[in-house]
């Protein structure tokens, strides 16, 4: 599973860093280097796209997974560049920039948006596979979730809209409830088209989500 993210416009990254003088930027060898959003080659040149702007740029670092307990070993190893700058440019996801934010006392600004967690289906390729909501209805789906590979977002289905296969919203896009009948009648369960999926009840995880393990 993989973070998608992508750049926020220049001119966006431009207005968060217009009271500050001196950065440190951080990347993520794992997500956005796969994403191309966050790797050496964009670090580099995001530092002189900052240092175009007369941004000091005090150091660099590319962090093998941006998310996990190695933030805090990268930062503390290039601690004392960070002293030196006046704020830190997160190339990460949301996830790298709120685990930067326990370390260090420095403005963290995102540089990238995050958009969604994927897999990668084949080379380059990434697809949302799972919105995280709480209510997970694959079973009766034959393992495709209709949240987001339905660009309606439909947990009943399908809608009168499909065509030989393809979404209307879409046409390149194949329809996840063809998809969805097609391996139910494979396994023989078809049935569970005929089952009633209730309204989405949004407190079934609460935000901010937590959760403890025993």
């Not at 080659?41 to 005090?58: G, I, N």
């Not at 809608?159 to 139910?184: F, M």
Request: proline share 5%.
């Amino acid at each position: 599973m993989k973070s998608i993210t992508m750049q926020k416009p220049f001119e966006e990254i431009t207005q968060q860093i217009a009271g500050y003088d001196r950065a440190f930027i951080v990347g993520c060898g794992t997500c956005t280097t796969m994403t191309k959003t966050g790797g050496i080659d964009q670090v580099l040149a995001m530092k002189q796209q900052l240092q175009q702007l007369e941004k000091r740029v005090s150091g660099w670092t590319v962090i093998p997974t941006a998310c996990d307990e190695m933030t805090e070993v990268a930062l503390q190893d290039n601690s004392r560049a960070i002293s030196d700058a006046s704020f830190v440019l997160a190339m990460t996801c949301a996830l790298g920039v709120h685990r930067m934010n326990l370390y260090i006392d420095r403005p963290v600004i995102p540089a990238l948006n995050t958009l969604f967690i994927a897999v990668e289906e084949s080379p380059g390729y990434f697809r949302e596979a799972c919105a995280q909501c709480g209510q997970c209805i694959l079973g009766e789906t034959a393992g495709v979730c209709p949240v987001t590979a339905c660009h309606k977002g439909l947990v009943n289905g399908p809608c009168g809209g499909t065509n030989n296969g393809k979404c209307e919203v879409d046409k390149d896009q194949d329809c996840a409830w063809t998809i969805i009948y097609q391996r139910l009648k494979a396994s023989n369960r078809l049935d569970l088209l005929y089952k009633y999926q209730p309204p989405r009840n949004f407190q079934a995880v609460l935000r901010p989500k937590s959760i403890r393990i025993e």
